[in-house]
Every structure is written in structure tokens, then in C-alpha cells.
């Protein structure tokens, strides 16, 4: 790591910083472009944008529209799982993460 830049390594373990493309992100989660942007519209994630106004989606983002397409996938409506998971992550910021062996 250079000495000029710091913080930037810090960027490899930064859950939210901006790294991946939006076809990237739809290859890595095998899902469509038009899926991310409908999450986008449902109020569920909002990927930063490049200079050049391209969409750019972070780890915790890409988790979010993974469990999106979980719950999709089980035949819950988009609204619905959108509002499931902001619930979820609302109910683990109350609680804390799990105990180290504790059942689910």
C-alpha cells in the first residue's frame, strides 16, 4: 500500500463503499439489470453514482438484493420483501448480531 493513499486499503473492508458495477452486480447475483433498478424504484437500495452517472452498489447492498431475491423467489411481491428486509435489518440494529452458536 502506498504512503500517499492511507486510507485506501481501508476501502477492501468497507461493507458500503461503491465497488461494484451494475453488471457486475447482476452477474455476481445472477439476476437482471432491470432487477436492481426495480429494488432501486421500491426504495430498498440506492446505489451511488459515478461521475459519469453510472450506478455503483456496495457489499451490504448487494446482501440486501441477494435476500430480496430470495424472498422473490419464494413468491413474495417485491413491496413486500423490500419492507421485510428494512424490518429485518431494523430488528438486528435492536439486537445485536447473533451469539456465537445460537440456533435460528
Sequence with gaps: MS???P???AK???ED???YTMGR???MLEVTQPFLRSLEDAGLIDPQRSAGGH???SRRQLRRAERARELIDQGTPVAAAC???TLEDQLAEHTGP???GAQS
Design 3 to 5: 504512503q500517499d493513499r
Design 7 to 9: 486510507g485506501a486499503g
Design 12 to 14: 477492501f473492508d468497507d
Design 17 to 19: 463503499y461503491p465497488a
Design 25 to 27: 452486480a447482476a452477474e
Design 55 to 57: 450506478r455503483r452498489y
Design 83 to 85: 419492507r421485510i428486509i
Design 98 to 100: 447473533p451469539e456465537p
